[in-house]
């Protein structure tokens, strides 16, 4: 697997590994935490979230992980897939019905 | 399952022109959100709505825009004099189902090109 230690706008991974994307947060206040999956041309698509009382949620083939203290967020992927190539971004937000304050994407490129 | 749809998915408008973009929330929720992305760059907050009114904005939601809820399943932003710099891909999204109030699904987008 790959791992990424401070955000970086790209990762390129091979098929079967694990890749790990990093996401700093900016609002020590938000509550709830979400990993979006924006395809080319199309709109953030739904991944994962995250509330602020939880460090760890898993999901299919998805674990995402909060470490408040640094007011850090990762999104783990096992065994990408060519499919998984897309942009990902982490988002923000303080209560239900406010704005999701998005972080800078990373392109995860996957090769077979 | 249910998706939030918006039409155009392509909208090209001369400098100066009114443009009106559609959303089609998921039916049930009760938040209705605009965003926009400008090429290349992040996903920025417009505008929040709730309950018919503008619950939050950001600065880019300037007096040029505006939103409405006509019917109950249309959501539209209106851009009343576009300039060059509000071409970008807009983006409707929705929450709050009931057990579900957070998350907030994103339709496909309109790219809007002003020239």
């Known amino acids: 697997g790959e791992s990424v230690g401070l955000h970086l706008p790209t990762l390129s991974v091979q098929e079967g590994d694990n890749s790990i994307i990093n996401c700093a947060y900016s609002?020590?206040?938000?509550?709830?935490f979400i990993w979006y999956k924006q395809e080319s041309g199309k709109g953030p698509q739904f991944i994962i979230d995250?509330?602020?009382?939880?460090d760890k949620r898993q999901g299919q083939r998805v674990t995402v992980l909060l470490n408040k203290t640094v007011k850090h967020l990762s999104l783990q992927i096992a065994a990408t897939q060519p499919g998984d190539s897309a942009v990902y971004f982490c988002a923000e937000t303080y209560q239900a019905g406010t704005a999701l304050i998005f972080g800078k994407g990373t392109t995860l490129s996957v090769s077979s | 399952e249910p998706e939030v749809t918006q039409t155009p998915s392509h909208q090209v408008t001369q400098m100066g022109q009114e443009v009106i973009l559609r959303c089609v929330p998921i039916s049930n929720h009760l938040y209705f959100y605009w965003y926009r992305q400008i090429l290349g760059q992040k996903v920025e907050f417009l505008v929040s709505f709730y309950n018919n009114e503008i619950s939050e904005k950001s600065e880019i939601f300037d007096d040029q825009f505006s939103v409405e809820r006509p019917d109950g399943s249309n959501f539209t932003l209106k851009i009343r004099s576009t300039k060059l710099e509000d071409s970008a891909m807009y983006f409707c999204?929705?929450?709050?189902?009931?057990?579900?109030?957070?998350?907030?699904?994103f339709g496909p987008g309109t790219r809007l090109t002003v020239l």
């Open positions: 609002n020590s206040a938000s509550d709830y």
């Open positions: 999204a929705s929450s709050g189902r009931t057990g579900d109030t957070d998350t907030q699904y």
């Open positions: 995250i509330r602020s009382n939880m």
